[in-house]
């Protein structure tokens, strides 16, 4: 069974739901210690003040999030991802999810180009990585590494973890997306523990997560074409999984 | 001569006006390399928005500054701080300051209670560190450690240093309000270069950049007072002042 809009039936054998987000559902696995990821078109923006539907954007985020997530496991990197199973159905390890969302950024865009008054586009010296507390009810606030710490979210040892694991991404990243005309501007992690307590990557990397702009024309090719309502936005989706897919 | 208000003529010798703020003005000093700082009795809060006159504050704020300077310096922390002038004004080494507002909080209040869903007055497991760009225009937005280094505001030596003495003098300060049964809820400290290119604290340490409780009644003996019209303004600073010259 298939389905196109991400509201209806699912082909792989999963148990209760145990979380739905945004763009996403969370079942329980057929094994313990897993879950399955059913990615929705649903999109959302401006913490879900702006809603509406990106068709195929379920079937191109999954395919495009497990190509990275096996390439960054290549490279070293512990994820969640387990494997796929159906275009818009994935097994992944269930982790207990850190409650902070990472961005690492190489360019200023979005939330820091307004909330520092900076152009957008503006070239970093080196990624700053930003912390971002996860609740929808207080707008996802910056935090920064004590108040993940001081307030319990994660311990020091994690938040190093986090860091160090979100830099080299970010490098990983670079190299992927170099070769296939795409600059990385910023990006957006989570991060979870798995059964034995070690940190490894979560959620998913794509055109939601991600500001993806062409190297050369700087067209944008992610999800910014939605909230900011400039058009092409199937179209830039299946051009950034065509990319994804080269072989570089 | 002296004045009430702040604003009229001054009674130490000094150069052209460098800058104004919200509670201070700062002038050349009759030495190379020194300010003469003036403390106001006008204040502001809410980025500016409520604004009001606390009699007899900046006569208060600069006889506790002082006192809190000099007992800093003679823990080993290095300050702006050179003399007394008069009762509204101190002679102080000129710095270039770091744009950069430096929050430790003891315990939970004001906009971190806010911004993160929190109980006013929790305590913290250990002292917060907050970093904010110090920019009206965009309402002094709370940053990280890597905005500050990657957007040039300061070296990461200098971040470091600033950590470093942040959390120092938050312990001398827990030291010396103790006694006085105050407890330190949370400080905004700003620090500068001199000449030389070492960080040193500047600004000052004030019932407006500190929230001070009582330690017994938990009753704000602080700016809150203003900012929430609570009354007894400055009853409280004169109550503050009392307790810092208190010999304990």
């Not at 992944?92 to 690492?104: D, S």
């Not at 004590?146 to 020091?156: C, D, E, N, Q």
């Amino acid at each position: 069974m298939t389905e196109t809009t991400g509201a209806g039936v699912q082909g792989a054998d999963k148990g209760q739901m145990v979380y739905e987000g945004k763009a996403k559902r969370v079942y329980e696995g057929p094994q313990p210690d897993t879950y399955v990821v059913v990615y929705k078109d649903d999109a959302t923006a401006f913490n879900g003040e702006k809603r509406g539907t990106i068709v195929g954007k379920g079937v191109i985020n999954n395919r495009i999030s497990n190509i990275l997530f096996r390439y960054l496991e290549t490279k070293g990197i512990p994820t969640h991802y387990l494997k796929d199973l159906s275009e818009r159905e994935t097994l992944v390890r269930a982790l207990t999810i850190v409650p902070v969302e990472v961005v690492v950024r190489n360019r200023v865009a979005g939330s820091m180009a307004k909330r520092l008054g900076l152009p957008e586009g503006q070239v970093l010296p080196y990624p700053v990585v930003e912390f971002y507390y996860k609740n929808d009810a207080l707008g996802d606030p910056l935090v920064n590494e004590g108040h993940v710490t001081a307030l319990g979210w994660a311990s020091r040892a994690e938040v190093a973890a986090i860091q160090t694991l979100a830099l080299r991404i970010g490098e990983l990243l670079g190299q992927f997306f170099t070769p296939r005309g795409v600059a990385l501007v910023d990006f957006k992690l989570e991060f979870g523990r798995d059964s034995a307590g070690g940190i490894r990557l979560a959620d998913e990397i794509s055109p939601d997560t991600c500001r993806f702009w062409d190297a050369t024309s700087g067209e944008k090719l992610d999800k910014d074409r939605f909230r900011r309502d400039l058009g092409g936005v199937e179209e830039a989706y299946a051009e950034m999984l065509r990319r994804v897919e080269v072989q570089a």
